[in-house]
């Protein structure tokens, strides 16, 4: 929802943002994201809530494990914010000590959420397209400089041309959710600028976050202790180190949504009559389940064993193979003939 609502209002955000909606969805989700906050742990049970929240700290902060720091890079990072938030509470009043002593639990998780965005930002190819008549500055040359000390292999030796803008364009949306998820929960308003809407480092600042770019070049030097940049450094290792690929999450401003429908079901009825399956022997007769991906679009074929295909040492269907290439561990299907909808969660599980 926070998401959703950063999306829509853009780069217009007046200091009460949710003045644009009506409401009652206004209290709605003031009142949800602060029980949230304080009463997770009466929701949730305690040893699940701790055991995510010290799975989120050993992705952060673990130097030894590698891989623990490369799904860190696959989450969303407003996701790593509210989980941070919402069960660091969980964990011992020693621990959180530790873990927080120059800084508080909330100004630490937004500068590892930042810094968590702005590394998979810079990993996007879309900040190597071209700017047409436009040079690069000072400022972007130097927070490039920065990129290729903490990720040497990044594509970043020629010139970029707007570098520090297309920054700006591509985090702002997570800035915006970040500060509506604050907003929501102190009810504090934000600092507008003389266009009455806050900007880039206004958000910065209502954040606790770093307000120039010669700041944020500062914030992420490897040789700045102050700073991320030796667990940026780390996040980046670990990358380089993996013996597979790894998909880095998209750019916070994609927000992920179903593909469009027909207007008339016949359509994929239609559709899937033609759909024969491609690991089958046997094409005069279609598939006995033809089911849709309401992710991507692709028809697959359903609870049969021409499909199967092991993962992680058990025997999966077309479906829950597909969502690993796809969208994840999660998936949502439409099998067309029944006319319902699959909710895969994990391996053997589906709703």
């Known amino acids: 929802t926070l998401s959703s609502l950063a999306a829509s209002l853009g780069d217009q955000l007046p200091a009460?943002?949710?003045?644009?909606i009506p409401t009652r969805d206004a209290e709605c989700l003031k009142s949800l994201v602060r029980q949230i906050h304080c009463m997770m742990s009466r929701v949730?049970?305690?040893?699940?809530?701790?055991?995510?929240?010290?799975s989120l700290l050993l992705a952060i902060y673990c130097s030894t494990d590698s891989s623990c720091r490369v799904k860190l890079l696959k989450l969303n990072a407003l996701a790593v914010l509210i989980g941070l938030l919402c069960s660091v509470s969980s964990l011992d009043v020693g621990v959180m000590k530790s873990l927080t002593a120059s800084r508080g639990c909330q100004e630490e998780a937004t500068r590892i959420a930042f810094a968590l965005c702005l590394i998979q930002t810079v990993l996007s190819p879309k900040l190597t397209e071209v700017v047409?008549?436009?040079?690069?500055?000072?400022?972007?040359?130097?927070?490039?400089?920065?990129?290729?000390?903490?990720?040497?292999?990044?594509?970043?030796?020629?010139?970029?041309?707007?570098?520090?803008?297309?920054?700006?364009r591509e985090m702002r949306p997570f800035l915006t959710a970040a500060s509506l998820f604050f907003y929501c929960l102190t009810g504090i308003p934000f600092a507008t600028e003389s266009t009455g809407s806050a900007g880039f480092f206004s958000l910065c600042r209502y954040l606790a976050l770093p307000t120039s770019w010669s700041s944020v070049v500062s914030f992420l030097d490897p040789e700045n202790c102050d700073g991320v940049g030796p667990l940026v450094q780390g996040w980046c290792q670990a990358l380089d180190s993996s013996p597979l690929p790894v998909k880095i999450a998209a750019p916070f401003g994609e927000l992920r949504k179903l593909i469009d429908l027909p207007r008339e079901y016949f359509t994929i009825v239609d559709q899937a009559a033609t759909f024969r399956c491609p690991k089958s022997s046997s094409q005069a007769n279609g598939s006995r389940a033809p089911t849709l991906c309401l992710v991507c679009g692709t028809i697959l074929c359903l609870q049969g064993f021409c499909c199967q295909t092991e993962i992680?040492?058990?025997?999966?269907?077309?479906?829950?193979?597909?969502?690993r290439q796809c969208s994840g561990e999660v998936g949502v299907f439409l099998m067309i003939r029944e006319c319902q909808v699959i909710f895969l969660a994990e391996i053997g599980r589906a709703v």
Do not use: W, Y
């Open 16 to 20: 009460s943002p949710l003045d644009s």
């Open 44 to 54: 949730c049970c305690p040893c699940i809530l701790r055991e995510h929240c010290i």
């Open 132 to 168: 047409p008549m436009q040079d690069e500055s000072e400022l972007d040359l130097a927070l490039r400089n920065v990129f290729l000390k903490l990720h040497p292999s990044v594509k970043l030796r020629e010139a970029v041309p707007g570098f520090c803008r297309k920054i700006e």
């Open 312 to 323: 992680e040492n058990e025997m999966c269907g077309a479906c829950t193979a597909h969502c």
